[in-house]
């Protein structure tokens, strides 16, 4: 070992010599990057994860043998090197080594490359797919390494962060019960133990809370999650999360506790002193963003107008159960087909909106899609409600609460994009709480946990359970970074009684309950103290704080879309062998019976 | 939050309070652990993670409806306290709180519990199958909570090492492809592909070499694998690794490496200085020590005496394969009904010796099992070989070399215990290396790798290909603590060639190797760097390092010896809608044909 843990191949690493390292002689071992070649004199860029160093072979003042092996070499080779250190004739300010370059005395070959399929530059020209399935190549962009770097970095600032805040990192099992959520639960056949199967955990919550009853006071662990979606676009079925517990808490403790930890990894991390954090409650966030987890990097907030603009004969705003206007800012200047192209922009059916009203200034004047209902001191009223000014326009959309609140949302967030005000360096962190316990689940006839079934309600709420369990409030938290939900927790129930309670509102039967989480029920009759945590989606926090809106670019070996590994060929069959032993069977076509 | 991430129910944790603190008011909050009533006074020791203080109810000093709550505890409920920090009458000086008590003003249950199936004590009166059932009680016991605590600190110390000799953390996937060594994966299947399956990691081998191929240079994880055996006594279905790959490095460096890692690891986790690691070659460990994971806290090492032992008409030794044995330090005291005692112990089948001869001193004279055969001078150049002295006595076994090697390594350990040479606080590091790289599989008809198939042969062996690929030797290591192998690595093939002439000589054909490894033979012929790595079973390192034999001790939640969790009754059956998604039948009786 010379120095620095390089090993024997090598004295330094491409990244290191300086003007300071000029006369020494050194080895050095990487990739070719590029080959110059000007008849008389070749330059090769030789590539490791940490720079690039130039070597320069001069007919006459280098060794013939060495001229021969590099008129060999191809993009990607591995070579070693030994040789001086020189100064270059022309310095190259844009490389940390562009002072120097190395005279070799040696130039060995220690792997060739086939030409790669595709270029290792900051942008390839390959596809996607292609990407891929050569992943290992694609990883040695200087974009993936920065990425993965990023994320080494986050991984070992936020464990030591927990460390000195009195965390316990406890591995849980991986091989864990199925669960009723259980639909989307993987599972492991047993081989021991036949027809009996074992399912990969969608988070350690239970086991989490296990801990809290046996005393460990505070629980942190950077864990892999599983779940077998139907794959949205940036959904991973393995992903992993920062997931935390505390006992002895309230609300305020988990909050404060996780805006020191997102703090500190903004600052060490990116240098950044991230903005205090405001707490907004779930109801106002719908009514001022229309959504639970809103960009607050800029203003144009919602603006219910139901009372301004109903029973005024206009029957789309009649008959509306929201009416929702969004001032544009600098929106007057638009003109009569940028409002059309933008009205198609809502009616698309990801947004799907019926369409949209706008009220702005033209030569001074108030003018609508809907003059002819209203008046301008009508229209007058909702731009001064809305607080758009003279330069903006009020853009309006109507009809059922939830899908315009939705599409109100959407359309804001939109229109913050063109005006470039979610600008990629600035974080506005929140906190969104006072969540509902449950949300109707229409095609099954029963409530879900908007949470899980193990949060907490608020208290003195007990008139709600019977009356109506829809309007109970949940001790559950977000914390939303500029429109991204990073992290989202609860103060979890410590009582028995009240875990039977959801379990019933939940629809659970006795027996479901106590074969399902029996364990767990039982545990809290052993002394539970109060406790709380919560996860932050460790992908989506790396992509947030590295600029970038796909997860995948900062996971080292991911899925594609129909959640296969393109470069193992996975899943893949398995031996017959292999399934007696696991006394299973694939039933054919039995998806279509 | 008041201090130190406590939270809103207390103001300090029930381990610091010391005299400075006599006269503050203060709030604690734990579990009930004793209550002591001597009528008109009540101490109660209200516990949590980090100790015990003690409360003090007097009559006439204390409100009475704390006197009632008091009177009402048992053992394991959650209370808050608030109170007055006072001067204790008697102190405890065997814990740290034991200058102080707290006069209570509040008394609050946060939970009641019901009466804890076993005692929560240092030892506890629960069996194995009881504390499993109710793991999260068993983990409130200080043994556990100071293993859990053992191993975070393990966890920090080695990403902290690891971190700054410049490895990065990379996470690499859990649904991974079934390998040919598949018999032993636990798989998944998958939902999408119909009759498809993905793999648990057994360990990330072949991303690791990829990362290599990318070009990170230095990678390391803290990782779960997965390996589906029929369970021995210490085998865990689901174990962590430090798993760590480097390029550009021979065994040399990885050794320095890791010396540097584990010695750092004993300093900073036990405030140890371990030794210099010694070098053994697997030749040399199995000669002098009957196995490759030798304890070197002791001598006794093994005597080779078929030169002197056989040609004299003693059928047993004559016919033997090999004739070993153990000088038995200090043993010559032994009496015959011990010798007895010890030779049954190497016949049990564990152990599967023949028999057992001694020679030793007896009133000046050497005596031995075997002296009609053999003259007092021939007895003595055995002593003498053996390096015996007079309180000595040597043992010896004889029959087929691995079994007799087996059987005297276990006779030589077994004896060092007796001896108490086997001492828990010291620790004895060394490296075994130059295994051979395939051992013949008699069943199979084929060799199998002793390490991996991605291991490389040591160079200048050409010829030993084709005429005795038995003998050949790898670039394999092991790092060996104590005779328990912690951890275990080798330098990669880095060329597809020689990867291929591996899997040949592993008996895979063509099509095997290109379905199951293409990925990586194509990566090697990218430009791969030459590299090597090693990973540690870190739950055994975790079970040293605690001074424990069992690494169950060391897991949160283990499963038991038939791979079930018993806490949550875990593998299970899963529902029919669940089979019918993944396309799989359970075939009844299938095991039985």
């Not at 008389?40 to 013939?64: A, M, P, V």
């Not at 965390?167 to 669960?179: A, G, Q, R, V, Y």
């Not at 719908?286 to 603009?309: Q, V």
Request: hydrophobic share 35%; aromatic share 10%.
């Amino acid at each position: 070992m010379r120095h620095n843990f390089l090993g024997m191949y090598r004295t330094h690493n491409c990244g290191e010599l300086r003007k300071e390292n000029i006369g020494q002689k050194v080895q050095l071992a990487g990739w070719v990057q590029r080959i110059r070649d000007k008849g008389s004199i070749k330059w090769i860029d030789l590539r490791d994860k940490f720079g690039i160093t130039q070597l320069i072979l001069e007919e006459g003042k280098c060794d013939g043998n060495i001229l021969k092996t590099a008129s060999e070499l191809g993009r990607e080779y591995v070579i070693q090197t030994e040789g001086e250190v020189v100064e270059r004739y022309s310095k190259n300010p844009d490389i940390q080594t562009g002072d120097i370059e190395i005279r070799p005395n040696t130039l060995k070959v220690l792997s060739v490359s086939k030409t790669p399929p595709f270029t290792i530059e900051e942008e390839s020209d390959g596809g996607e797919e292609l990407r891929m399935k050569y992943r290992y190549l694609d990883l040695r962009r200087p974009p993936l390494q920065n990425n993965l770097q990023l994320r080494h970095k986050m991984l070992q600032e936020t464990r030591r962060a927990l460390d000195e805040f009195g965390f316990m990192e406890i591995e849980t099992p991986f091989l864990i019960k199925s669960t009723p959520e259980g639909a989307r639960d993987y599972v492991v056949p047993s081989r021991l133990h036949e027809g009996e199967f074992y399912a990969l955990p969608q988070s350690p919550q239970t086991f989490k809370q296990l801990l809290m009853i046996s005393g460990y006071d505070k629980y942190f662990q950077i864990v892999r999650c599983f779940r077998d979606e139907d794959l949205r676009a940036d959904r991973q079925p393995e992903f992993t999360q920062i997931d935390c517990e505390m006992s002895f808490v309230e609300i305020r403790d988990v909050m404060d506790t996780f805006e020191a930890l997102v703090s500190r990894l903004f600052k060490t991390v990116l240098d950044l002193e991230l903005p205090a954090f405001e707490q907004l409650s779930y109801a106002d966030s719908m009514r001022r963003f229309g959504n639970d987890r809103p960009d607050t990097r800029f203003g144009m907030e919602l603006c219910h107008l139901n009372d301004l603009t109903q029973g005024k004969g206009f029957k789309v705003f009649d008959n509306a159960e929201a009416v929702i206007g969004i001032p544009f800012t600098g929106g007057g200047s638009y003109s009569r087909k940028q409002i059309d192209a933008l009205t198609d922009w809502v009616k698309r059916p990801q947004i799907g909106a019926m369409g949209l009203v706008y009220v702005k200034y033209v030569d001074g004047e108030l003018k609508s899609s809907v003059d002819k209902f209203f008046s301008k001191e009508e229209l007058a009223g909702w731009m001064e409600k809305a607080e758009a000014g003279p330069d903006d326009m009020l853009l309006i959309l109507a009809g059922e609460k939830a899908r315009t609140l939705f599409a109100a949302s959407e359309l804001r967030l939109e229109l913050g994009s063109r005006l470039g005000l979610r600008k990629p360096g600035e974080f506005k962190p929140l906190w969104v709480y006072d969540f509902p316990m449950f949300e109707w689940d229409e095609e099954e006839k029963r409530f879900n946990a908007i949470h899980h079934p193990f949060t907490s309600p608020k208290d003195n709420q007990e008139q709600l359970w019977e009356k109506d369990p829809g309007s109970l409030l949940a001790n559950a938290y977000d914390m939303v970074i500029n429109g991204v939900e990073v992290g989202g927790g609860s103060i979890r129930i410590h009582r028995r009684d009240m875990q039977e309670l959801v379990f019933k509102a939940l629809g659970f039967s006795k027996e479901e309950a106590e074969e399902k989480f029996g364990f767990l029920m039982e545990a809290l009759e052993y002394g539970a103290p109060p406790h709380g945590g919560i996860a932050f989606g460790f992908d989506r926090l790396c992509a947030l704080m590295g600029g970038a809106d796909s997860i995948r670019d900062f996971i080292a070996f991911p899925k594609n879309n129909s959640a296969r590994d393109v470069m193992l060929n996975s899943p893949s069959g398995i031996s017959p062998k292999q399934l007696d032993e696991l006394s299973l069977e694939i039933s054919q076509g039995s998806k279509s019976s």
